[in-house]
């Protein structure tokens, strides 16, 4: 029998653990005929009861697992660490929150059983966010495919079901800082996008300050680009060549005397900003260099090898 594994992380969200925990197990329960089940909570460092509520899930049900983290240190990584604690055949990521429906997963696994390894949730309408968080998403959504190599589908967070093979991979790409719904299209394979509507968080509140997304939204575009050390190099180009023009000018003016001028100001002039530009584009070289260590140090492989045939 097949064997579906969920990674759930869990950071302060004692008012939505029993009810995550009753809706995805009566969900896995009704597939017990084809797949058996288990599902691994990621304790992000909750301070609340979180943690005490998952052990005694744990203890009712042999099927939930705990993994419990020293402190808080971010959805990412919770995810991250669950991923490598898997032993089913499909893994499901969602939160503990109730927005993405548990009630999919079984369509989402007759995408699987189609032949599709990445299945990733894209929402079709975001119920009950904020006109704000809108705006970022879509403002970080369209920032980070226009910076980066790789294509990241807009709308989708990391709610979705994947292969093992592929978390297979995931798993064994050494870089930290995990950017998951990055690596996730990174890793290509056959992908597919499931449609479904994004609920209202069950309780609580979002644990996702402005702070925290930022970050992620760095994490996302620096480790999928080295665009941003590039633009260095524009502005520095562009620099040097109103230096010149400054240049031409202010030497015309010295030579034909068009105005009252300071002495001195020509030479500073010329020198300020011609010298801003070089050292710009200085740095753009050395940020070169640096985004090939970056690269190198990140040492995802260069392929991935889906099949191989009499090998
Ligand atoms: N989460 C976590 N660590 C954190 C922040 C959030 O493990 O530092 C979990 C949280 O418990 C939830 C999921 O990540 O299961 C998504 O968080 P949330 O729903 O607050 O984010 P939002 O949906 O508002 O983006
Ligand atoms: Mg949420």
Redesign the pocket.
């Known amino acids: 029998m097949k064997k579906v594994s969920v990674v759930?992380?869990?950071?302060?969200?004692e008012e939505v653990i029993d009810e995550c925990y009753n809706r995805i197990t009566k969900v896995l329960e009704d597939l017990n005929d084809r797949y058996d089940y288990e599902v691994i909570f990621?304790n992000?460092g909750s301070t609340d009861r979180s943690l005490e509520m998952l052990e005694k899930l744990a203890k009712k049900n042999e099927k939930i697992k705990v993994l419990s983290f020293s402190r808080?240190?971010?959805?990412q990584a919770?995810?991250t660490a669950g991923l490598k604690y898997v032993s089913g055949d499909a893994i499901v990521i969602i939160?503990?929150?109730l927005?993405d429906p548990p009630e999919v997963i079984p369509d989402m696994l007759k995408e699987w059983e189609n032949g599709y390894e990445v299945i990733y949730g894209k929402r079709k309408v975001r119920e009950g966010?904020s006109k704000f968080?809108l705006l970022t998403a879509k403002a970080f959504y369209s920032t980070i495919n226009k910076l980066s190599d790789v294509e990241i589908p807009k709308d989708t967070?990391d709610f979705r079901l994947v292969d093992r093979k592929v978390v297979d991979v995931v798993n064994s790409l050494p870089e930290h800082n995990k950017f998951l719904r990055g690596l996730f299209s990174w890793v290509g394979f056959k992908q597919h996008a499931y449609e479904y509507e994004r609920n209202v968080?069950f309780a609580g509140?979002?644990?996702?300050p402005l702070g925290?997304?930022l970050k992620l939204a760095s994490d996302g575009i620096i480790s999928f680009s080295t665009k941003p050390l590039k633009i260095i190099g524009g502005i520095g180009m562009i620099s040097v060549a109103i230096s010149i023009i400054i240049l031409i000018y202010t030497i015309l003016s010295f030579i034909f005397k068009w105005n009252n001028l300071t002495a001195g100001w020509t030479s500073l002039m010329c020198t300020m900003t011609f010298l801003g530009g070089v050292i710009l584009i200085s740095f753009w070289m050395m940020g070169e260099y640096i985004a090939r260590i970056y690269d190198e140090t990140k040492g995802r492989p260069q392929y991935i090898i889906d099949k191989k045939i009499n090998l």
């Open positions: 759930i992380p869990v950071y302060l969200e990621v992000d808080n240190f971010g959805h919770a995810v939160d503990a929150d927005q966010e968080k967070g968080r509140k979002s644990k996702y925290k997304m």
